[in-house]
């Protein structure tokens, strides 16, 4: 059989995410000591819903909400049936002369009830529209689907509360109380009791996050190699990004949890995916796959569409009624919060972060308000108002005047049109510091492309971030186009990517003991996927194709050792974190901190006035000098709110801050402050949290209150530290690649141009497109051509010989798909072909370990 040449390259893992000596073990217990929770086959499903439970503030909400959206889908449909069939609009409209047995000159007064249609007429209206009967049947369906997936859900989620109260000690009452980290950090001490996994003695927080977030690292992954078919280039639009929720769930459907879908259940991929020798064959089911759930979004179109348009009708009416300039308003897109996620980021992490970026995005996109379309804003303003105001002087004169045909539909769109102006006319106050903007944005989000510095003053900028935070208009609308829109996406671009999803799924799947199939970068091996323009020189033996884009697997690695402190990464990552704590106490030590301190604290000051006048630093900094706890957080909130600072006064507010025992730290501190009783810091504290958190808190005893402050500042601290790490690893990535090309999802361009490199094949002008995601052998081995062993963990297909993914100093690069370069040399365009694969395929493969 022929091979073709693509980009992807099959993995040689080394991470454990096993204690020593227990990659293999299967822990005994005793028939009579097992417990209710005793090996949960579906662990995956077990920890969703007990964070769902968690993020839903317990059983009754949850039941509640469940309730709520049963009894709304009846009224929609409900609702609609009755308008289309059960009002006579003529007598609403006054039209028709309301037939009463009154006399002559008796004043007849049309009441709601005479523009309702008698019973038997309505149903003989609705029994005699076929479409009517038809969307009602559809509806019909649809819910009994729901309510029978309701009472399954709430059996199940009584299980788990069940398993808070009786395993975890956590009652309904006081989970809202709970931080996620508390609830994993008793999940963790309950597994050497209860033993839900019988594979592991100890689970670790990674081992939850990976089963919790297992399909969502494989699409922030596919994202982030620009896999997904979600950007086009459109005549007159320009680039264009196009996901939307429907959109979003097909994908999911496809590839996880769908009939026929690459995963035979929520913890493992088919085993024939994990072999390269079948890829065409399974490529070309895919590709069937596909084209079937096309055509059948296809045909749905009209029913989805109708609800689309309905649902969005009833929800969104009334707030553009009551406040019609919401539509002016902006929100992080769906993709958006894709790029912007790290891997193993929980969905509260992910909004929490992002929510704190809003204001600063919101005021960085309105600095690039039109003059010319201000100018005009304010002039139909003018005139708008003046109408209003002569009849609402006419209204109040004499109430009659609202009686007048039209009158007060003109004044509510004369209200309306004033709002839409207004949301175009820029705050006279407003000061023009993009920079300085997106210096803030950039702390939040984490991730931002390196052309965006120094250029945020450009219409390019703007319109690039405009695809991460859309206006709220834009987002309803693509919700609405999406039934249309999706069908054609899913036939036309998604099949023509089958064989590059074949390999992405084999080549970037590892099997780690006690969780199952997960996403390579989940991992986040810095040796496996580091980038050598992130910090991660000399410690990476990832080829170009391995690594992940923009410091994902950087950036990731940081937030998920800041945020879960107590975790014990592995020897290579914690070698990575060693390495920039060092760097952060070189750096800060040669530069005069008195300098440093003094552009922090401007840029404190500058914040408080601006956009975060209740952030956690800025409280406790305003206090006396008595908060020794935090007085090292004193450069720790303004470092990434100045344009002037530079990574070594970056490094001067991270001085004193480790990623890895900082929250301990301060846990420590913050509870010997609480217990002697100072007055001060627990007056600043509760100032704080009296502006950012439920007042159910006060109301919940004191033992209650402390804890949740105490939770609180912790995490808003954890907050701030990952800020400022994320400012300081752009700042040595900007210096580092100043001379080098730069690479970001703006610029990759699709895998699928990589065919035009790829070597003639008889095979390969098949119907079924050629692969970009297979590996070019003569291109992508390890940087010192070794190659790793494997740790607890099973890797899926054969990796080809081949040479350094390094270029040589002179060569003339040419840009490669998927964001890769490569050297422009004429033998590049005859690379060696893959070995055969042989009968190994045939065999399960083996677990290689290290002793």
């Not at 859900?153 to 709970?178: G, H, Q, T, V």
């Not at 990976?210 to 680039?239: C, E, T």
């Not at 035979?264 to 759930?293: H, V």
Request: hydrophobic fraction near 40%; proline fraction near 5%; glycine fraction near 6%.
């Amino acid at each position: 059989m022929a091979h073709f040449d693509t980009e992807y390259q099959r993995l040689e893992v080394s991470y454990n995410d096993s204690p020593p000596g227990e990659e293999d073990m299967l822990v005994h217990v005793p028939e009579g000591s097992k417990s209710l929770w005793h090996h949960i086959e579906n662990l995956d499903l077990f920890f969703q819903r007990v964070y769902n439970l968690h993020q839903k503030n317990g059983f009754t909400c949850m039941l509640l909400g469940e309730i709520f959206e049963l009894v709304q889908l009846v009224f929609v449909v409900a609702f609609t049936v009755f308008l289309a069939n059960c009002v006579d609009y003529d007598i609403l409209f006054a039209n028709k002369m309301v037939n009463h047995t009154h006399h002559l000159h008796e004043s007849i007064k049309v009441t709601l009830p005479d523009a309702f249609l008698p019973a038997n007429v309505c149903s003989a209206r609705i029994r005699n529209n076929v479409v009517v009967i038809f969307i009602m049947v559809i509806a019909g369906v649809f819910w009994l689907h729901r309510l029978i997936k309701f009472i399954y859900n709430i059996c199940c989620y009584w299980e788990i509360r069940s398993f808070y109260i009786n395993a975890l000690k956590i009652s309904m009452a006081d989970l809202p109380y709970f931080t996620w980290q508390e609830v994993q950090a008793r999940i963790i001490e309950i597994q050497k009791e209860h033993q839900m996994c019988i594979h592991k003695k100890e689970l670790t927080e990674l081992d939850i996050y990976h089963r919790i977030l297992r399909f969502k690292n494989y699409m922030v992954a596919m994202v982030n190699k620009s896999l997904l078919p979600i950007r086009y280039r459109l005549p007159m639009l320009g680039d264009v990004v196009f996901y939307t929720r429907g959109l979003k769930y097909n994908f999911e459907l496809i590839f996880f949890w769908g009939p026929g879908s690459l995963f035979e259940n929520e913890w493992s991929l088919k085993p024939e995916y994990k072999r390269g020798g079948n890829r065409l064959e399974l490529a070309d089911k895919l590709s069937a796959r596909i084209l079937w759930i096309g055509i059948a979004n296809f045909l749905l179109c009209p029913i989805i569409l109708i609800w689309q348009i309905l649902y969005a009708f009833f929800s969104y009416t009334e707030v553009i009624k009551r406040e019609p300039g919401s539509l002016g308003a902006r929100c992080w897109s769906l993709y958006g919060r894709c790029y912007l996620r790290h891997f193993n980021e929980l969905d509260h992490e992910l909004m929490s972060r992002l929510s704190k970026g809003y204001k600063a995005s919101s005021k960085y996109m309105n600095c690039f308000m039109s003059p010319l379309l201000t100018v005009v804003a304010k002039n139909v303003a003018f005139f708008a108002g003046s109408i209003l105001a002569v009849l609402i002087s006419l209204t109040i004169y004499d109430e009659d005047v609202l009686a007048v045909e039209h009158v007060l539909t003109t004044i509510t769109l004369l209200g309306v049109c004033i709002t839409i102006c207004r949301s175009f006319i820029p705050d006279k106050h407003m000061v023009f510091c993009p920079e300085q903007l997106l210096k803030v944005i950039l702390a939040h989000i984490h991730y931002m492309p390196d052309h965006w510095q120094g250029n945020a003053h450009r219409y390019e900028t703007r319109d690039e971030f405009s695809q991460l935070f859309q206006y709220k208009a834009v987002f309803i609308l693509e919700e609405l186009l999406s039934p249309v829109i999706t069908p054609f996406i899913l036939i036309f671009c998604l099949r023509r990517k089958s064989l590059e999803i074949i390999d992405f799924f084999r080549n970037f799947t590892v099997e780690v003991v006690g969780v199952g199939d997960t996403c390579s970068f989940a991992q986040m091996d810095v040796r496996q996927h580091g980038h050598p323009a992130w910090m991660s020189a000399g410690k990476t033996e990832a080829s170009i194709y391995q690594q992940a884009e923009d410091g994902k697997t950087e950036l990731s690695l940081m937030h998920f050792a800041i945020t879960n402190p107590r975790w014990q990464p592995p020897r290579e990552s914690t070698h990575f974190i060693s390495q920039l704590k060092e760097k952060v106490q070189r750096e800060a030590a040669n530069c005069q901190q008195g300098m440093a301190e003094k552009h922090l604290f401007s840029s404190i000051q500058s914040i408080q006035s601006e956009s975060e006048p209740h952030s956690l630093i800025a409280n406790l900094l305003v206090g006396p000098p008595s908060l020794t706890s935090f007085q090292y957080a004193q450069e720790g909130h303004g470092a990434h709110h100045s344009s002037h600072i530079g990574s070594s006064d970056v490094a001067s507010a991270l001085r004193s801050l480790s990623p890895l025992s900082t929250s301990q730290h301060l846990r420590g501190s913050f509870s010997s402050t609480l217990a002697k009783g100072e007055g001060t810091p627990l007056i600043a504290a509760r100032g704080l949290a009296g502006s950012t958190t439920d007042t159910r808190t006060a109301s919940s005893g004191s033992s209650a209150w402390e804890g949740q402050l105490t939770s609180m500042v912790l995490s808003e601290y954890a907050s701030n530290e990952m800020s400022i790490h994320a400012v300081y690893m752009h700042e040595l990535h900007k210096q580092q690649v100043r001379t080098e090309p730069a690479r970001h999802v703006w610029h990759r361009q699709d895998s699928d141009d990589s065919s035009e490199s790829a070597p003639e094949d008889s095979e390969a002008n098949r119907t079924l497109p050629r692969s970009a995601t297979f590996p070019f052998p003569g291109a992508l081995s390890r940087q010192d051509g070794s190659t790793a062993p494997m740790v607890g963990q099973r890797r899926h297909g054969s990796t080809p010989d081949g040479a350094s993914g390094t270029s040589r100093p002179g060569s003339r690069m040419s840009r490669l798909p998927m964001g890769g370069w490569a050297e422009d040399v004429q033998a590049g365009r005859h690379h060696d072909t893959v070995p055969e694969e042989g009968s190994d395929d045939e065999q399960p493969p083996q677990i290689h370990k290290i002793t």
